[in-house]
């Protein structure tokens, strides 16, 4: 591109991931090869959010601002022009303490939250040279806190029928999770229990997580639901037969954390066990998925009881995504969190991976011919390896009553 050999944004970590209220440090690099006539450089800091629907004819959308911040890197000194080699500045910048996760829409509706550093030569009555790059905000949500660490656990029975109205027996389901929050690559340690009191031979068990998200505009809302994984337990339940399963096997693939604080878009997650042939027997459970991973060394009696969750090691290790087995439903439910200003930032934890669905196009109307850097990007999230490789679907116990 002319003098330009080189233009882009530099940061001083390896991986571009911060959670609200830390500094992002790097530099700029312009590399010439003549000397160049510019006004200035800037860089300037965006993070946003925007919602995009169709439905009955009518397109609703909407946006927010989180931040939209300008520095200026370098300004032209009388008859000085930026030299030919290459250029380096630096620059250090403060994230606002209150802002949601990085968030990308992989469905047909247009939903996300996006930040982005945009670095810019200012040229006199020339096209703007430009260089791009995103990076990803993490919320802090730590499943540590007590009211995540208290299990859960529900009942559900269904009487199924015979034809011409006879009773044919009932069937009864119950299922049990060590805890309400968790974060990517950790397993649910859960137990689950179905009792076919019937003579209808049963056609299986499936466990499932799900994501609902939920897109607000105009005072109207649009909600989708997608199944992130999914395991089927067992083929069939025989009539009058009971099956038990206690498994620490439901590996929580990479996801995005649960968004809780966009007012334009929220996202909720739903662990469901499904009983197929049964009238839709199933139960759900609403879990948070959050940044900050269960404490090694944490016992049952640290969570007032229930089930002992499996222990799990980091490794630094983007092929995290080839552990995606397992969890499905997400919903509206949104455990508290705090939004203090004056809330810790945590330590960065040392594995992220590619959150499912892969990279997404982000050239905007701001982007052109002059614009280089990384226009397709994915966001990244913490994730938790287990060093115990995932195993097929868990064994059951089947006992006549």
Known sequence: MGKVK??????????PVYFPGQTICGSVRLELTKPL???????????????????????YKDSTTYIDHQIVLWTRDRAT????????????????????????????????????????????????????????????????????????????????????GCASGTVTLSASLDRRAYCAGERINGFIAI??????????????????KTLH??????????????????????????????????????VVPSIRTCRLISLDYYFEVLVLGANRLSLSFPILIGTVPLEEGRE?????????????????????????RGLPRPSLYLPPTSTSPNAPVPSE??????????????????????TRGELEYAPMYPFVMTLVPSAPPPPYSEEDF
């Open 349 to 370: 934890p040392p594995s992220y991976a590619e959150a499912v669905g892969g990279l997404v196009n982000i050239a905007d109307g701001d982007s052109d011919q002059f």
């Open 37 to 59: 006539k510019a006004t200035k450089i800037i860089l300037v800091v965006n993070g946003f959010a925007s919602v995009r629907w169709k439905a009955n004819h009518a397109e």
């Open 195 to 212: 009792e076919n009191a019937s003579t209808r031979r049963l056609k299986g068990v499936v466990v499932r997580i799900v994501a609902y």
């Open 300 to 324: 049952e009696g640290d969570r007032g009881g229930g089930m002992v969750r499996p222990s799990a090691s980091y490794v630094d290790n983007r092929t995290a995504s080839t552990l995606q």
């Open 81 to 164: 022009n930026l030299t030919s080699g290459a250029n380096e500045f630096d620059f250090a910048y403060q994230l606002p303490r209150n802002i949601p996760s990085s968030f990308e829409s992989h469905q047909r509706h247009h939903a996300h939250v996006r930040y982005l550093l945009t670095a810019k030569v200012v040229r006199p009555w020339k096209f703007d040279v430009k260089s791009k790059k995103p990076f990803t905000i993490v919320e802090h949500a730590d499943v540590n806190r007590p009211e995540y660490l208290v299990p859960l656990q529900s009942e559900n029975s269904v009487a199924l029928r015979r034809c011409l």
């Open 6 to 15: 080189g233009f882009a944004i530099l940061l001083s970590t390896d991986k």
């Open 217 to 254: 505009a105009r005072r109207r809302e649009q909600r989708t639901c997608e199944t992130i994984s999914r395991v089927k337990l067992v083929d069939h339940v025989a009539p009058r037969k009971r099956a038990r399963w206690v498994s620490r096997d439901f590996d929580i693939p990479p």
